[in-house]
């Protein structure tokens, strides 16, 4: 290898390290390094209640010193507040996990990510404390004025039961400032094709907080839908609370579900398609649709179900040879 290219890739090389292991170290480098060395090897050791002094110093002393410090301090803060039983104590370790999270922003930015794991930490520690839940709530609202990429997954459903602790205690929320915070929680949970129950506990705080019925469905998510129908998160939505909510007659409905299914097709959604297209009278529409239940359907039985309402489908529309066959068929 010559010297040049030798040259190069020493450069690339200290380059790639500079963002990872860069440490600033204070005046007084002698005393921050041995205090580096002596809470990294507690740490090691989970020896949590040894690691916080010398943690303590350099967070005090080189606030700048490397992320590194942050981040090893809110896991010796959680285990102390596990482990601590004095209930003045544990608030105390508490509050000063959550100050480190704005010391962190302060001196290395990333505000969205541990803006994130500051509301995290602050629901499991405030949830039970009223007095707090106005705080708590600017944090969750500080959190997800972020980029979706920086919000977490865990905070979905939490942020939810925050808006709903919130306005039960006097906070100053309207229904359609609820609904928009429920669209951005839906919308996420849709898109990163989480576990449906983050889902059904939105959905469940939702109705505590605002009356849903087929009215405020077509209006408010069905009018969002219409702007873009293309939109699959934004159909399965509309989806979901006609069918909870029994308002499968809402025209909205009927469009949402070929949506859905012209781009994920289902046996049970191409049949509820076809009754809601034979309760509207559109016949051959209908048609099409049990028969696409029929075809997608792998189990016998609801194959067997979808055929039997086909029969019934032509059996009002007098078709009587036809019924017949499918009536055998199924």
Known sequence: MNTSLSSVIFILFSLSSMGQGI????EDSAKAKEMHALYKDALRQKEYQNALTPLMWLLDQAPD?????????EKVYENLVKSENDTLHRAQLQERQLQLYDQRIR??????????????????YLKDKPHRYEQ????????????????????????????????????????????????????????????????DLADKILIQLVK????????????????????????RQV?????????KELPVFLSAAKTVQQKEPSSGLALMIAVAEDNHGNASSAEKYYREAIELSQDVKKKARASYSLALHYQRIGLKSRSRTAARQA
């Not at 010193?65 to 301090?73: C, E, G, M, V």
């Open 23 to 26: 440490f600033k170290w204070p």
């Open 65 to 73: 010193l490397n992320p590194s410090i942050y981040i090893h301090a």
């Open 107 to 124: 001196y290395f930015s990333d505000s969205g990510k541990v803006r994130n794991r500051k509301a995290y930490a602050a629901y499991r």
């Open 136 to 199: 708590l709530f600017q944090w969750f609202e500080e959190a997800f004025a972020h980029e979706d990429a920086d919000i977490l997954s865990a905070n979905l459903a939490t942020y939810m039961n925050v808006i709903r602790l919130y306005r039960n205690h006097g906070g100053q929320l309207d229904d359609e400032e609820v609904l928009s915070r429920y669209d951005r929680i839906s919308s996420l949970v849709e898109t990163r094709e989480l576990d449906s129950k983050i889902q």
């Open 212 to 235: 849903v019925d087929c009215a405020l469905i077509d209006s408010r998510f069905g009018r969002s839908y219409e702007k873009d129908t293309t939109n699959e998160s934004m159909a």
């Open 239 to 247: 989806i979901r609370l006609c069918m909870a909510y029994d308002c």
